[in-house]
């Protein structure tokens, strides 16, 4: 099993800055090198892809909506990922899970965290 925990969400004003950490852990997390990603979903709306990167951090993904502006990093010592968000807006308002994956940087997603809120006011 692996767990996935996330932090660093919170409320922050349109313009400024967060930075979400996803840790990881669990007796298989160690045996496969996992690719991870984070999503984010609102209310009444699908799940939607946010970024994501390879389990040696060579290649990163990101939706277009985020790119420029997000960058994902990992740092396998601690198990953990990391999501900076730089000039966030409004619409980035939503909460966000990361994932991780067996397969590929892209999913499928094999095990999921709970989720942080991230709330950018206007």
């Known amino acids: 099993q692996v767990q996935l925990v996330e932090s660093g969400g919170g409320l922050v004003q349109a313009g400024g800055s967060l930075r979400l950490s996803c840790a990881a852990s669990?007796?298989?997390?160690?045996?496969?090198?996992?690719?991870m990603g984070w999503l984010r979903q609102t209310p009444g709306k699908e799940r939607e892809f946010v970024a994501a990167?390879?389990?040696?951090?060579?290649?990163?993904y990101y939706a277009d909506s985020v790119k420029g502006r997000f960058t994902i990093s990992r740092d396998n010592a601690k198990n953990t990922v990391y999501l900076q968000m730089n000039s966030l807006k409004p619409e980035d308002t939503a909460v966000y899970f990361c994932?991780?994956?067996?397969?590929?940087?892209?999913?499928?997603?094999?095990?999921w965290g709970q989720g942080t809120q991230v709330t950018v006011s206007s």
């Open positions: 994932a991780a994956s067996k397969r590929g940087a892209l999913g499928p997603y094999d095990y």
């Open positions: 669990g007796r298989t997390f160690s045996s496969y090198n996992y690719a």
């Open positions: 990167i390879s389990w040696s951090g060579g290649n990163t």
